[in-house]
């Protein structure tokens, strides 16, 4: 039965962007959906046919989000979606099985653990873990998921004594009893409010993707369970045969021929470096031994660098007003403005504010990155506008 619901919002990520969502959150008299917490994310849904957003916990109540508002009182069916549950359960039954099996056998503590979207972690209370280690630790994990060991589920008091022999990292603080438990058989007994599976074998199998280094003497455990395995197994597969058809070569040959790809292609890079330096130095010099230049050089140059352009300035002199860009023509790209310092200190802000960028200038010098090169003719007239104006004023 549905006993509450009220106006509510959560921030959602949209289109890579945390965005406030407005809509209702509801209360039931009991739901099979799980509330975020524990480390794991909480489960999606319908209520009758309206879609369930988030599931959080207040208490010993869950809060169901949804997108339009729905009648108190009313009697509702509950739908989950059984795929992203069933991850969940693969996952969090792997965590404890990982945890339980790196304490027993390398005395490696389970500090923190994160189920996340593509893969999951496991901070654990050591400054590294050797790879002998982790092969060890996947072999004898990936054992107790053949060996088919019972998952079991116990809900004990929260003054029942056997909860001192349950290993937890502590309760809630506005934790409301009974506790609930869950007993690998023979393996590990632990505090979780999470989803599991039944047994190990639903599990499948676990995939130890390597570590990194977490926060001060931690240790953070990269992991894979179940259908998460398959799906990477495909998409590591599908890659292979890309790259076989790209680099015509078989799998075990890959790495090689990727590296001496990439010693070619910056051995080509360093020699293009060179020969755009020489063509920064032949384009000033030809400016300066043209007899009928103006106080005013421009270009624009798809390839270069903030190096191409200062060769340019420094060969062409300070007495010329200089404006240089290098990128796409209507695209990001970067800019220089050089010559005397009152004219760069001057337009040097307004050529920032037209071309949408960020930079900074001094000793007769403004330089920086922009995000669109659309409106460069508009930069050259201000240019062009402004010395014209300072040469008539002069003259005056």
Avoid at 106 to 124: A, D
Avoid at 367 to 383: F, Y
Wanted: charged share 25%; aromatic share 6%; net charge neutral.
């Amino acid at each position: 039965m549905l006993v509450a619901c009220s106006p509510g919002e959560i921030k959602q990520e949209i289109n890579g962007k945390k965005e406030t969502v407005k809509g209702f959150n509801v209360k039931l008299q009991d739901t099979i959906l799980f509330p975020e917490g524990g480390g794991q994310p909480d489960d999606h849904g319908l209520i009758g046919d309206v879609p369930v957003l988030r599931v959080t916990r207040q208490g010993a109540e869950a809060v169901h989000f949804v997108s339009s508002a729905l009648e108190v009182g009313q009697e509702v069916q509950l739908k989950v979606d059984w795929e992203r549950r069933f991850d969940h359960m693969q996952q969090h039954s792997g965590q404890h099985l990982i945890t339980a099996i790196a304490e027993s056998m390398f005395g490696y503590k389970t500090t923190s653990w994160e189920l996340g979207r593509q893969r999951s972690t496991i901070e654990l209370d050591t400054p590294s873990m050797k790879p002998a280690q982790m092969e060890a630790l996947e072999a004898a994990v990936n054992e107790k998921i053949r060996a088919h060991v019972p998952v079991a589920v116990q809900v004990l008091s929260l003054d029942d004594p056997a909860l001192e022999q349950v290993r937890s990292r502590g309760l809630p603080d506005d934790a409301a009893g009974p506790i609930r438990i869950i007993d690998i058989e023979g393996i590990d007994v632990n505090m979780c409010c999470g989803t599991h599976v039944s047994n190990l074998s639903h599990l499948q199998v676990i995939k130890l993707l390597g570590t990194e280094k977490g926060k001060k003497n931690k240790t953070n455990l990269l992991f894979l369970v179940g259908n998460r395995v398959l799906k990477y197994a495909e998409k590591s597969y599908s890659t292979e045969r890309s790259l076989v058809s790209l680099l015509k070569t078989g799998p075990d040959d890959h790495v090689d021929t990727v590296d001496k790809i990439q010693k070619t292609v910056k051995g080509l890079q360093k020699s293009n470096l060179g020969l755009l330096r020489d063509v920064a130095v032949l384009i000033a010099q030809n400016f300066k031994s043209n007899p009928e230049r103006g106080n005013f050089f421009t270009l624009h140059k798809k390839e270069g660098d903030n190096e191409f352009m200062s060769i340019i300035a420094n060969e062409i002199g300070t007495e010329t007003l200089v404006f240089l860009t290098v990128g796409e023509e209507k695209g990001p790209g970067l800019f220089l403005l050089a010559g005397p310092s009152g004219k760069v200190s001057e337009l040097g802000p307004r050529v920032l504010e037209m071309l949408q960028g960020k930079g900074a200038g001094k000793n007769g010098r403004f330089q920086g990155k922009v995000n669109s090169m659309a409106r460069r003719g508009e930069v050259e007239t201000l240019i062009q506008e402004h010395l014209f104006c300072f040469y008539v004023t002069s003259k005056i």
